[in-house]
């Protein structure tokens, strides 16, 4: 009687497990699912007439670049598709193992799939308790150098992104340096022959503000050194064929900074096509180094790490865009000083190819630290709280009127702006069109926190958050001459014709703006007349889409 009991009961946990499966909660922990039989007709059909989805059936290809949008652990997670008892139960104890969709299982294990390798605090690591500190994740050496064995010459890049644990990143920066030099000795091992030879990238980020979420004074920057930074450059040393590399927020001392890039200059001068150095130090020191990568296209730089030195070294590279960031961790746009022009003037002769980029990242108020006669391409910001100042934007066209393509302002304003006419920007709107000849992209976020405008063209972009009215838009269709592309977000603009009438403009040219500004519907008809072709306002679900290029403009 006990064995027919315990054979019903393995029945029934079979049919249970072929209805259950894994699923990852919001702790990204898996858990199993059981899922309630269905007693519905539906559940009577025959077992041939069921349509089941052909997901295992997913070509190499397209499994590929689905598992390079997951982290590890998912990776892992997504391998393990079902569980499915493989033999029914015929004793006390039910035997089943895990069987897992094979294609799935395989795809973990493709090349392309590991191509990038993000290591943070937890990355292959284990919890241990500490006596002093309680459980903290510490790496798991053993899981590292498997881990290491299995991808490690399938890796084209590396990405750091500490929180806390510091001693996990210089411990695997230290076994990924040592994995490299055993596959180079004669008689390596097989898993470690060929370790970091395909690396082409390299991305740290240093995680610099070491303030609480309550610290009253807000910012406490801390940066790296010591040891962390010493493994970092043993590590840079043995990957000579690096085409990319990012450091960000090292915020060193000026004697670190100094020698920060000796030995990437050594392994890999000619080969380096992008580099990134934001706020390797908060104060003045020019980073020398940057000119001594021959073959570099991309360069992006704090303010204070460049000078006139380092501009007459960039000048004999093939450098193309030079990108100056600020970020909150960049020091007040008040202490840092420009190059000079004679600097930029030679610079721009030796290599009239060059664009320069200025940007402001910052939560905050934030302004643009301006280089006088540098040939600036475009001056965005990524700052709400920043808004467009008459001055500022003066000295601007001053200076890009004949550069200048792109100017804009990215988030959506955390301020009011006003509705009087004299106190909107939109006659400077309409100036930045006539003075600047290349302008072709125009940006425009307006009305607060939830009004946001863009206006698109061929070589520039300018991203205005300020109120704009529909004759504004009416008049930069009829000025600008380049504008062949405009895109509005519809909730952004004030359905108004507030314009003082100019001198120069005729009678029927003032009745047809004060006409065709009463309606969105005739802007529409209106805007779509002069650029040759259909065009409309753009809904909020539209309008997320649009994307800006600062490099081409559009």
Not at 284 to 310: A, E, K, W, Y
Request: charged share 25%; glycine share 4%.
């Amino acid at each position: 009687m006990s064995t027919i009991n315990t054979e019903r009961k393995g029945s029934a946990q079979i049919e249970v497990m072929h209805k259950a499966g894994w699923k990852i909660d919001e702790n990204e922990k898996a858990c199993y699912i059981d899922i309630d039989e269905d007693n519905d007709d539906d559940s009577e059909v025959d077992e041939a007439q069921r349509s089941y989805s052909r997901w295992s059936e997913l070509p190499n290809i397209a499994l590929e670049e689905i598992f390079t949008y997951l982290t590890p652990k998912e990776r892992y997670y997504a391998s393990l598709v079902s569980a499915v008892p493989r033999s029914p139960a015929s004793h006390a104890i039910v035997s089943c193992v895990l069987q897992v969709c094979r294609q799935w299982y395989q795809a973990f294990y493709l090349p392309t799939v590991w191509h990038n390798f993000v290591i943070d605090d937890r990355t292959l690591s284990r919890a241990k308790f500490n006596y002093y500190s309680g459980w903290q994740y510490c790496l798991d050496h053993m899981r590292t150098q498997n881990c290491l064995g299995r991808i490690g010459r399938h890796l084209r890049g590396i990405e750091f992104r500490p929180w806390h644990s510091f001693n996990n990143i210089y411990q695997f920066m230290a076994l990924l340096s040592w994995s490299i030099d055993k596959g180079l000795e004669d008689n390596a091992h097989s898993d470690l022959v060929g370790m970091g030879r395909c690396i082409r990238s390299l991305v740290y980020h240093f995680p610099c503000n070491m303030s609480q979420p309550n610290d009253p004074e807000g910012i406490k920057l801390f940066g790296t050194g010591g040891q962390l930074l010493k493994g970092l450059k043993e590590l840079l040393l043995r990957l000579t064929d690096l085409h990319t590399l990012k450091l960000v927020d090292f915020v060193l001392e000026r004697f670190e900074a100094n020698h920060l890039l000796d030995e990437v200059v050594c392994s890999c001068c000619t080969k380096m096509r992008v580099l990134n150095l934001v706020n390797v130090t908060t104060t003045h020191c020019p980073i020398m180094h940057v000119g001594l990568f021959l073959n570099l296209r991309v360069l992006t730089i704090s303010p204070q790490n460049i000078d006139d030195d380092v501009l007459s070294l960039l000048a004999d590279t093939k450098l193309r865009h030079l990108h100056l960031l600020q970020n909150c961790y960049t020091p007040s746009h008040l202490t840092i000083s420009a190059c000079g022009v004679k600097a930029w003037r030679n610079l721009k002769l030796t290599n009239p190819r060059l664009r320069v980029h200025l940007r402001v990242e910052n939560l905050a108020d934030g302004e643009v630290v301006l280089q006088p006669e540098a040939p600036v391409h475009s001056i965005t910001y990524w700052a709400p709280r920043t808004r467009v100042r008459t001055e500022l934007l003066i000295r601007m066209l001053d200076h890009y009127k004949n550069t200048l393509a792109v100017y804009g302002h990215e988030l959506l304003p955390r301020f009011s702006s006003p509705k009087p006419f004299h106190n909107r920007i939109d006659s400077l709107l309409l100036l930045m069109c006539r003075q600047c000849f290349n302008l072709d992209t125009l940006v425009s976020r307006t009305r607060s926190i939830h009004n946001y405008c863009l206006l698109t063209a061929v070589l520039a972009t300018q991203v205005i958050r300020e109120k704009v009215s529909t004759a504004t838009l009416l008049l930069i269709a009829r000025t600008a001459k380049n504008l062949r592309t405009l895109h509005v977000r519809r909730f952004a603009v004030i359905l108004r014709s507030d314009w003082p009438r100019h001198p120069e403009w005729s009678n029927e040219f003032y009745l047809w703006l004060k006409r065709n500004s009463r309606s969105y519907e005739a802007v529409e008809r209106e805007i779509s007349q002069i650029l040759g072709y259909k065009w409309q306002l753009l809904s909020d679900r539209d309008f997320k889409l649009l994307t800006v290029n600062v490099k081409s403009g559009t």
